[in-house]
């Protein structure tokens, strides 16, 4: 038995408590599924409160250290050994709230990044005159595709190894996946089956559509970039140097400025506020961007 089974074993002493707090964690269902993480609702609350345990024994230790090293007494001892455990509790608590939302969001980004591609290509196999099911079968060995091949494979699974038909596995995967845009492609083609319609000729308009879509996404990334660069240079760059230069002519004229010396002031600009500015622009470029 490896860590980790050894630890949600550990965990299911929890399970009397967690059914009387799923109510409370109910939104965390969905995600759950989407995120592909293959625990239960109870089982998932189950490991929490079992970190969090962990989490407050761990600060009531650290509490203890700090204590006795900084010598603490008192309300300052007795606020550590409060204090310190209800912060650990909280970060686990938000941490395992927040997870299944940031997977589900990275399976939608992979999905989303390669399903113009992956229509594409479903489209020729679907010139050839293959089947729908070899179509899914041929897709899901494709790496290349990433997210979208990871939900074909479970479209492909649950055909041959439960046993289930076409359409069925398709609306099942389609219901679980974190990618509104592949459950709609998912729907469109369950449609089309059922109708007994034209499904070269659908994944073809929507190989066609999505790809275009996606040249204009790129497109206007990328002059969302060329915008950017334009303030970088001028706020980042050009702006710092001009209040540099500003500073040493009043350092020339006046000593201080609000009781600090010129010198400090240059120095806490040059050290801190631009370095600062630096860091938030490349925080704020990482959170704008747009994978290709």
Wanted: charged letters at 20%; zero cysteines.
């Amino acid at each position: 038995m490896d860590i980790i089974s050894l630890i949600v074993e550990i965990s299911s002493i929890f399970t009397p408590i967690s059914s009387r707090i799923r109510n409370w964690f109910d939104f965390l269902r969905v995600p759950l599924k989407r995120a592909k993480i293959r625990y239960s609702l109870i089982g998932y609350l189950n490991l929490m409160l079992f970190i969090m345990l962990v989490s407050v024994l761990i600060s009531v230790f650290v509490a203890y250290v700090i204590t006795k090293f900084f010598v603490l007494t008192g309300i300052y001892s007795t606020f550590v050994f409060y204090v310190l455990p209800l912060m650990f509790s909280i970060v686990v608590l938000f941490l395992f709230v927040y997870y299944p939302y940031q997977k589900m969001d990275t399976i939608k980004s992979k999905i989303e990044n390669t399903l113009p591609f992956a229509l594409s290509h479903m489209a020729s196999i679907a010139e050839s005159g293959a089947p729908p099911y070899v179509i899914f079968k041929i897709i899901s060995d494709f790496k290349e595709y990433e997210g979208v091949s990871e939900e074909f494979k479970e479209i492909v699974r649950r055909v041959e190894v439960y046993g289930v038909d076409l359409v069925t596995a398709i609306r099942d995967v389609a219901k679980r996946t974190p990618s509104s845009s592949l459950r709609k492609v998912l729907y469109g083609i369950v449609s089309t089956m059922e109708s007994g319609g034209d499904l070269k000729g659908y994944l073809k308009t929507l190989g066609d559509q999505s790809l275009f879509e996606w040249r204009i996404k790129r497109q206007k990334y990328i002059q969302q970039l060329s915008t950017y660069s334009e303030i970088y240079i001028g706020v980042i760059v050009a702006a710092p140097l001009f209040l540099i230069a500003i500073f040493a002519i009043m350092n020339m004229i006046q000593g201080n400025i609000a009781g600090m010396s010129i010198i400090d002031v240059m120095k806490l600009s040059v050290y801190g506020i631009i370095p600062f500015l630096n860091l938030a622009f490349l925080i704020f470029l990482k959170g704008s961007e747009v994978e290709m």
